[in-house]
């Protein structure tokens, strides 16, 4: 996209913006505005409406159309049919779009890579630890480091933990030897494929199955929701269920845009944020197991469960990832997260 689009779409939202808040902070149409313009809310994500985040999406749209009676427009764009990965945060930074839920890799680039900790192998054992760091002061910090970017991080969305997928077995480290598998643009992750064996390639999510296709990469990591509906499963002849990693989105907004709504409607917003949060949450395992299901019952794909022994194996081969990457992400922040995953344990 070029400059030039870029400043009309900035305009456009401007505008937008403007009309929005002139109408609604008393709560009436300014003098002599014949209709009240709604404030719209742009919400862009790269996956398929029918995936935990695409849900998620459409539940906060109907939710905040409803709790603001009309006054907010939500307008959910999926499948990376507004911006692709690489876009999609400068466009927020813009203007150009108000609300964004990128996967927390998306960050590091971007220049905040104290989020490239939720990618480490076997960082977190189970869903009560994630969600001691997600729900709690882990999370606030991190958040607060997006602010100088003029973004305002609003929620953590879960998607679960991935699998891996291949044209051959992936049984043991070994069987990753010279394969290019797809990752997401995060210094972790490269060092986690590259502890396999493997090659690490980086893709745009909506590049992956055609690359897949064509042999450009042999395979991939993802939760099966995103597998299955981007229909990767269909290039791809074996996924192992290894749980090694975790996927998840932060819903974030452009901050001057947020700040600048009125109060009641920032509020409204805000609750209706928390009840999607909680259905996103809520569904995310559901999905993704019903999503695996589909994937055997293809029967074009064998699904493989690692063996505790097999496991323990990727557990050795992934473990000094953690130490790889402390002087990138600050030995404190990973100690904090096994000790959050260790009081989870605990209870």
Same mark, same amino acid.
């Given at each position: 996209?070029?400059?030039?689009?870029?400043?009309?779409?900035?305009?456009?939202?401007?505008?937008?913006?403007?009309?929005?808040?002139?109408?609604?902070?008393?709560?009436?149409?300014?003098?002599?505005?014949?209709?009240?313009?709604?404030?719209?809310?742009?919400?862009?994500?790269?996956?398929?409406?029918?995936?935990?985040?695409?849900?998620?999406?459409?539940?906060?749209?109907?939710?905040?159309?409803?709790?603001?009676?009309?006054?907010?427009?939500?307008?959910?764009?999926?499948?990376?049919?507004?911006?692709?990965?690489?876009? #999609?945060?400068?466009?927020?930074?813009?203007?150009?779009?108000?609300?964004?839920?990128?996967?927390?890799?998306?960050?590091?680039?971007?220049?905040?890579?104290?989020?490239?900790?939720?990618?480490?192998?076997?960082?977190?054992?189970?869903?009560?630890?994630?969600?001691?760091?997600?729900?709690?002061?882990?999370?606030?910090?991190?958040?607060?480091?997006?602010?100088?970017?003029?973004?305002?991080?609003?929620?953590?969305?879960?998607?679960?933990?991935?699998?891996?997928?291949?044209?051959?077995?992936?049984?043991?480290?070994?069987?990753?030897?010279?394969?290019?598998?797809?990752?997401?643009?995060?210094?972790?992750?490269?060092?986690?494929?590259?502890?396999?064996?493997?090659?690490?390639?980086?893709?745009?999510?909506?590049?992956?199955?055609?690359?897949?296709?064509?042999?450009?990469?042999?395979?991939?990591?993802?939760?099966?929701?995103?597998?299955?509906?981007?229909?990767?499963?269909?290039?791809?002849?074996?996924?192992?269920?290894?749980?090694?990693?975790?996927?998840?989105?932060?819903?974030?907004?452009?901050?001057?845009?947020?700040?600048?709504?009125?109060?009641?409607?920032?509020?409204?917003?805000?609750?209706?944020?928390?009840?999607?949060?909680?259905?996103?949450?809520?569904?995310?395992?559901? #999905?993704?197991?019903?999503?695996?299901?589909?994937?055997?019952?293809?029967?074009?794909?064998?699904?493989?469960?690692?063996?505790?022994? #097999?496991?323990?194996?990727?557990?050795?081969?992934?473990?000094?990832?953690?130490?790889?990457?402390?002087?990138?992400?600050?030995?404190?922040?990973?100690?904090?997260?096994?000790?959050?995953?260790?009081?989870?344990?605990?209870?």
């Amino acid at each position: 996209m070029n400059r030039r689009t870029w400043l009309i779409a900035f305009a456009t939202v401007s505008l937008t913006l403007l009309a929005g808040v002139v109408a609604y902070t008393t709560g009436r149409p300014s003098p002599g505005a014949e209709t009240r313009l709604p404030i719209i809310i742009k919400f862009s994500h790269v996956v398929a409406n029918n995936t935990p985040k695409g849900k998620a999406a459409l539940r906060f749209k109907e939710l905040a159309e409803a709790a603001t009676h009309g006054r907010v427009k939500v307008e959910v764009y999926p499948n990376s049919s507004l911006y692709k990965d690489k876009e #999609e945060l400068e466009a927020l930074q813009l203007g150009a779009v108000q609300m964004l839920a990128p996967s927390l890799a998306k960050f590091g680039p971007f220049g905040v890579k104290e989020f490239e900790v939720f990618d480490l192998p076997y960082i977190f054992p189970s869903k009560a630890a994630l969600y001691r760091v997600t729900q709690g002061p882990i999370g606030r910090d991190l958040f607060k480091k997006l602010e100088p970017k003029g973004i305002t991080g609003l929620a953590y969305w879960d998607n679960g933990f991935k699998v891996m997928s291949a044209n051959r077995p992936l049984h043991v480290p070994a069987d990753f030897r010279g394969l290019r598998m797809r990752i997401q643009s995060s210094k972790v992750l490269d060092a986690q494929m590259r502890a396999l064996g493997a090659v690490p390639q980086v893709l745009a999510f909506s590049e992956v199955y055609p690359a897949l296709q064509s042999g450009v990469v042999d395979g991939t990591e993802n939760p099966p929701s995103n597998l299955y509906t981007q229909k990767m499963n269909e290039v791809q002849k074996y996924v192992t269920v290894s749980d090694h990693g975790y996927l998840g989105y932060a819903v974030i907004v452009n901050k001057k845009f947020w700040e600048g709504l009125p109060e009641d409607i920032r509020a409204a917003l805000e609750g209706a944020m928390q009840q999607a949060t909680d259905y996103a949450n809520a569904i995310a395992q559901q #999905e993704n197991d019903v999503a695996l299901a589909a994937v055997q019952k293809t029967g074009k794909t064998v699904v493989y469960h690692l063996s505790d022994s #097999e496991k323990a194996q990727w557990r050795a081969a992934l473990l000094p990832v953690q130490q790889q990457m402390e002087a990138r992400l600050g030995k404190d922040l990973i100690d904090a997260l096994n000790h959050e995953a260790e009081a989870a344990e605990i209870k």
